[in-house]
């Protein structure tokens, strides 16, 4: 019988290569690394592993074994969670990983929220940004997503169909100019006056969807600058060295000193949701998490 431990352990070898970094990754030692492997290859019948030296690589039939094993963990987080919550054992743990903006403007009321109703669910945040986020999902490492995407080129409708989509809001992006820029203080600025502008680009998504925008009011920008740091591109426009369009979450989260934020057209959005699989929509702890997420959204 494979058991959900074994695999956990082949993931983390799959993922680092070699034992003695599964063994880091995963908080035990190298020889425990091994002892599970060894008994998992018992269990399969069939050896999962070639050792070459140092290397290490993963035979055909470990190959099938850790594509199959996020869905089979998923699985069992899910029967796990929901079986402690209704016998009244624990509330539940929850992680979640969240872009940079949303999670210093919608995840703080939503995880305060949740401590103050169900107290023992244990909620974990770290950050990245989709696409990887949403990779994170589905390979089991964490239970919630908040991502974004696009319309248009840059967003696709059915890239997400595999899971359960939680609109949250609609984010519009703001124009960011230097105070004392010509087009400070304007109630809308249009694209194309931005077209002779330096520009500073935010995360890669982002970049790419500000070169889609700016060739559809017919020009490329010319960007000097690009840093997923939403402060650097404020403090990079309030000395001057160029513009940036941000979402309105993203001003939000910052002390916009020495900027001045202008609405551009046409209007420019992205949608803001939450993310899971559909096992664990079903784990009232996540589910709680997500209704929190909307309260948040709403307010």
Same mark, same amino acid.
């Given at each position: 019988?494979?058991?959900?431990?074994?695999?956990?352990?082949?993931?983390?070898?799959?993922?680092?290569?070699?034992?003695?970094?599964?063994?880091?990754?995963?908080?035990?030692?190298?020889?425990?690394?091994?002892?599970?492997?060894?008994? &998992?290859?018992?269990?399969?019948?069939?050896?999962?592993?070639?050792?070459?030296?140092?290397?290490?690589?993963?035979?055909?039939?470990?190959?099938?074994?850790?594509?199959?094993?996020?869905?089979?963990?998923?699985?069992?987080?899910?029967?796990?969670?929901?079986?402690?919550?209704?016998?009244?054992?624990?509330?539940?743990?929850?992680?979640?990983?969240?872009?940079?903006?949303?999670?210093?403007?919608?995840?703080?009321?939503?995880?305060?929220?949740?401590?103050?109703?169900?107290?023992?669910?244990?909620?974990?945040?770290?950050?990245?940004?989709?696409?990887?986020?949403?990779?994170?999902?589905?390979?089991?490492?964490?239970?919630?997503?908040?991502?974004?995407?696009?319309?248009?080129?840059?967003?696709?409708?059915?890239?997400?169909?595999? &899971?359960?989509?939680?609109? &949250?809001?609609?984010?519009?992006?703001?124009?960011?100019?230097?105070?004392?820029?010509?087009?400070?203080?304007?109630?809308?600025?249009?694209?194309?006056?931005?077209?002779?502008?330096?520009?500073?680009?935010?995360?890669?998504?982002?970049?790419?969807?500000?070169?889609?925008?700016?060739?559809?009011?017919?020009?490329?920008?010319?960007?000097?600058?690009?840093?997923?740091?939403?402060?650097?591109?404020?403090?990079?426009?309030?000395?001057?060295?160029?513009?940036?369009?941000?979402?309105?979450?993203?001003?939000?989260?910052?002390?916009?000193?020495?900027?001045?934020?202008?609405?551009?057209?046409?209007?420019?959005?992205?949608?803001?949701?939450?993310?899971?699989?559909?096992?664990?929509?079903?784990?009232?702890?996540?589910?709680?998490?997500?209704?929190?997420?909307?309260?948040?959204?709403?307010?």
């Amino acid at each position: 019988m494979i058991e959900a431990r074994h695999l956990r352990v082949l993931r983390a070898v799959a993922g680092t290569g070699s034992f003695s970094a599964a063994a880091r990754e995963l908080g035990c030692t190298q020889p425990a690394v091994s002892q599970q492997m060894k008994a &998992l290859e018992q269990s399969a019948g069939t050896p999962l592993l070639i050792r070459t030296g140092r290397e290490m690589r993963l035979t055909q039939a470990g190959e099938a074994l850790v594509r199959h094993a996020a869905g089979i963990l998923a699985g069992l987080t899910a029967a796990e969670e929901e079986v402690a919550a209704i016998a009244g054992l624990r509330a539940g743990r929850v992680r979640l990983v969240s872009f940079p903006s949303g999670s210093s403007t919608l995840v703080p009321a939503a995880l305060a929220a949740m401590r103050a109703e169900h107290p023992g669910t244990r909620i974990s945040l770290v950050e990245a940004e989709p696409p990887r986020s949403v990779e994170m999902l589905r390979e089991g490492d964490c239970d919630l997503a908040l991502a974004f995407r696009y319309g248009g080129p840059a967003g696709s409708a059915g890239e997400w169909e595999d &899971l359960v989509v939680r609109p &949250l809001l609609t984010d519009r992006l703001v124009g960011l100019v230097p105070d004392g820029h010509r087009l400070a203080g304007a109630e809308r600025v249009g694209m194309a006056e931005l077209a002779d502008e330096p520009w500073i680009a935010g995360c890669p998504r982002c970049r790419r969807h500000l070169v889609e925008v700016c060739e559809g009011a017919g020009f490329t920008p010319r960007i000097d600058f690009a840093t997923d740091d939403y402060p650097a591109v404020v403090g990079l426009v309030a000395a001057g060295l160029g513009v940036a369009v941000l979402p309105e979450l993203a001003v939000e989260s910052v002390r916009a000193k020495g900027v001045s934020a202008v609405a551009v057209e046409p209007a420019v959005e992205r949608e803001v949701v939450a993310l899971t699989l559909p096992d664990l929509a079903r784990v009232p702890a996540v589910a709680a998490t997500l209704a929190e997420l909307e309260r948040a959204a709403a307010r």
